[in-house]
């Protein structure tokens, strides 16, 4: 059973869970990575794609990543800034880097799946356009933490700034329904089930699992880094004063 | 059996694999350093409070 937040909100239980969960989240990644690749290149290419398909196995689980690892970002910085909760920030803190990736990846390997698909590397239509903006976001979060000394005023301003980006997330989604994109439309959670054929749909949501059990990984590892360093930080003032 | 001929797509394929795979390697590595680095530092800086802690109690017992 996975515990509940509210146990995991006292840091030196947090602590000691993650020290198991990030290596086990770990190891579950890549097994279901290694069965999504293997089903993957096992299926038979597309008949108006051609090869290409491939691409979609490490574009969409991407794409989704980096909406949910905002939407991760967005209720960690709600929890910090409502109920000015450390382990909170330090979540929200250690999601933004990893949300940057995943989004990075989407808009790159969507980049090499365009240009022989679309004929163009870019184009500046809603779905495109809502992730860079989404990406944006991401690094004005970093860019914010960095700029700011004091802890508190940080973790209050960027948990504002993260929140005001949560608007973008259902753009993302919607995008391709309420724009005419040149963006492939909603085919996996569309309405009526999946419109993708199940030798394509199998290994994708298991690249999707993939994904997101090696961010639940990587988080981990990150917010025990970021509590080590907030650790390390009040040493070093106890050790000022002392 | 799993197919790895791209054809003439080859060149947007293996490029996306690459990169994906540069991006995971990257995030796995920064994340396992960052978190290395502040946990080696805070049992760095518990042993100095241990030892300053020690000399206070010395010099409090002369």
């Known amino acids: 059973m996975i515990p509940a937040p509210a146990f995991l909100s006292n840091p030196e239980r947090f602590m000691a869970f993650s020290r198991w969960a990030a290596p086990l989240f770990g190891l579950i990644a890549l097994v279901l990575a290694l069965a999504g690749l293997w089903l993957g290149f096992s299926a038979p290419e597309d008949y108006q794609q051609g090869a290409t ?86 690094v004005a979060y970093m860019a914010l933490r960095g700029a700011m000394d004091d802890e508190a005023k940080a973790a209050r301003a960027c948990a504002i700034l993260a929140l005001v980006g949560v608007v973008n997330l259902p753009v993302v989604h919607w995008s391709v329904t309420w ?23 199998t290994p994708l949501l298991l690249m999707g699992l993939a994904y997101m059990a090696a961010f639940g990984s990587l988080w981990l590892v990150r917010i025990r880094g970021e509590v080590w360093r907030r650790r390390a930080e009040a040493a070093l003032s106890r050790l000022a004063r002392a | ?13 293996w490029p996306a694999y690459g990169i994906t795979l540069a991006i995971f390697v990257g995030m796995i590595a920064a994340s396992v350093a960052f978190s290395g680095r502040w946990r080696r530092r805070v049992e760095e800086l518990k042993a100095a409070e241990a030892q300053k802690g020690g000399e206070e109690e010395a010099g409090a017992r002369q």
Not at chain 1, 183 to 199: N, R
Request: proline share 4%.
């Open chain 1, 53 to 138: 398909v491939r691409v979609m196995f490490i574009h969409v689980p991407a794409a989704w990543m980096s909406m949910f690892v905002y939407a991760c970002l967005g209720v960690a910085s709600f929890l910090a800034l409502i109920f000015r909760h450390a382990l909170a920030d330090a979540a929200a803190q250690a999601a933004a880097p990893l949300g940057a990736a995943f989004t990075a990846l989407a808009l790159i390997t969507g980049s090499l799946w365009g240009r022989p698909m679309w004929g163009t590397w870019w184009v500046w239509d809603a779905r495109l356009t809502s992730v860079l903006v989404l990406f944006l976001f991401y």
């Open chain 1, 179 to 201: 724009w005419n994109t040149l963006h492939q439309g909603e085919t996996v959670f569309a309405k009526g089930g999946p419109k993708l054929s199940a030798v394509y749909l």
């Open chain 2, 1 to 13: 059996m799993p197919d790895l001929d791209a054809g003439k797509y080859a060149a947007f394929v």
